[in-house]
């Protein structure tokens, strides 16, 4: 088995469930005893949340290359980052190591496309939804054309993840809230709706929509395993 590096901490309630996804999926495929070997470098996500927020990219680029680095020398054989808007700094991964990243939103592109999705709605931080960093490689790689909520339900989602989800606050009222802003990107021509932020699924889950959800975190668990698992798969 491979070694999987992980760039965590963003926020620790979606990488304590990354966490427990990537070790029940590796004991499915191998029983026993077997889990997922790993090292999670986590950071102070309060200094990631301030550095986003006043758009100090090159910052941040510096610390994901940091602990990039860091992983490297551990012994990781795969990196992932395990968030959605700090793809935004995936070059700066990718440039700081000889190490393989896999990069969320091609998880996301390969299970979209393998269903034939042609538009899919984007839910995430403000940063997801807005930058093109996350919808450029779903269209150049998967021809998946991308549309986001309306400035008003954008504003809610933001807050709504960093106002509760973060801190592990699930509430019914934000659940109907998402569940409405969806149904009008659904309105909208949207095929199927991208969790696009790792905490999202906290709050929303295929059983309460009846249109195709693709939930991120799960989605990079289970290539992740794939990834770290090819020796033993290909036996």
Known sequence: MKTLGIIGGMSYESSKLFYELINNRVNDILGGYHCCKSIMYTVDFDEIVRLQNEEKWDELNLIVADVTRKLEAGGADLIVLCTNTLHICADAIINATKVPFLHIAETVGEEAKSRFIKKAGLLG????????????????KYGIDVIIPGEIDRDTIHNVIFGELVHGQIRESSRKKFIEIINRLERNGAEGIILGCTDIPLLISEEHLEIPIFDSIRLHAEHSVRRILSDELNQ
């Not at 807005?130 to 490689?137: A, G, I, P, Q, S």
């Open 125 to 140: 931080t403000k940063f997801t939804m807005e930058k093109d960093f996350y919808k450029d490689v779903l269209k150049e």
